[in-house]
């Protein structure tokens, strides 16, 4: 089946940029998205990127997508302690049938 | 405001119990999905259904059942719990195929 990859962790300090980066293997991707999950709550939907599309920003989130190296990035600038929670990558493939196909997360962890 | 809605939040069961997990969204929303967060797995899609009285299996859905009586509903049901489905459960819907999926809070189910 299509996988999506994710690091585990990043380790930022406060006031720098985060980069978190997610690899994809489905070529009839057609919407990409970034979830964030703080502890204990549920999915929340931060921004999302349709596949014809390089990049797309929104406040202090950039999303990077290379489509032919199957490649999406969420950077999120001036990152704050508010910030700290795992970032979900998600891809729809181009069925939109099996729902969304999960990276494992990454774990982004502020420090002072 | 429109919103997706889960219950319980918390649940601790036996196994071999039948146990419903409840999702309720008034958003309308056609599509509605079934996750389960585990650690090391991310999230993977269990039922999803496209309408009433239409429901398709996901990637893990050995074990689960839904069934789609009205627009609003999506319960999921173990029919034998197992130690196995202890995880964090989470309802999604979308308004159409492609469009964004928003998350319910989620589900805490321990079965001992």
């Known amino acids: 089946g299509e996988d999506v990859e994710q690091s585990l962790f990043l380790s930022v300090r406060e006031g720098d940029s985060s980069v978190i980066n997610c690899t994809y293997t489905?070529?009839?991707?057609?919407?990409l998205y970034w979830y964030k999950q703080e502890p204990g709550a549920g999915l929340q939907l931060l921004t999302y990127?349709?596949?014809?599309?390089d990049m797309k920003q929104d406040q202090r989130l950039t999303v990077l997508l290379n489509k032919k190296d199957k490649h999406l990035s969420l950077r999120i600038a001036d990152t704050q302690t508010g910030d700290s929670a795992i970032y979900f990558c998600?891809?729809?493939?181009?069925?939109?049938?099996?729902?969304?196909?999960f990276g494992k997360g990454t774990h982004l962890i502020i420090q002072p | 405001d429109a919103e997706i809605t889960q219950s319980p939040r918390h649940k601790i069961t036996e196994t071999g119990r039948q146990v419903t997990l409840a999702c309720h969204q008034t958003?309308?929303?056609?599509?509605m999905f079934w996750y389960r967060q585990d650690l090391g797995h991310g999230l993977r899609l269990i039922h999803y259904?496209?309408?009433?009285?239409?429901?398709n299996k996901g990637e893990v859905s050995d074990g689960y059942s839904v069934s789609r009586s009205n627009t609003e509903d999506l319960p999921l049901t173990l029919e034998s719990a197992a130690s196995s489905q202890t995880s964090v459960y989470f309802c999604?819907?979308?308004?159409?195929?492609?469009?964004?999926?928003?998350f319910g809070p989620g589900t805490r189910l321990l079965v001992l």
């Open positions: 990127i349709f596949s014809n599309m």
């Open positions: 999604a819907s979308s308004v159409r195929l492609f469009e964004t999926q928003y």
């Open positions: 958003w309308n929303h056609n599509n």
């Open positions: 998600a891809e729809m493939g181009g069925g939109g049938a099996d729902g969304l196909t």
């Open positions: 259904s496209y309408g009433v009285h239409d429901t």
């Open positions: 489905d070529s009839s991707s057609t919407y």
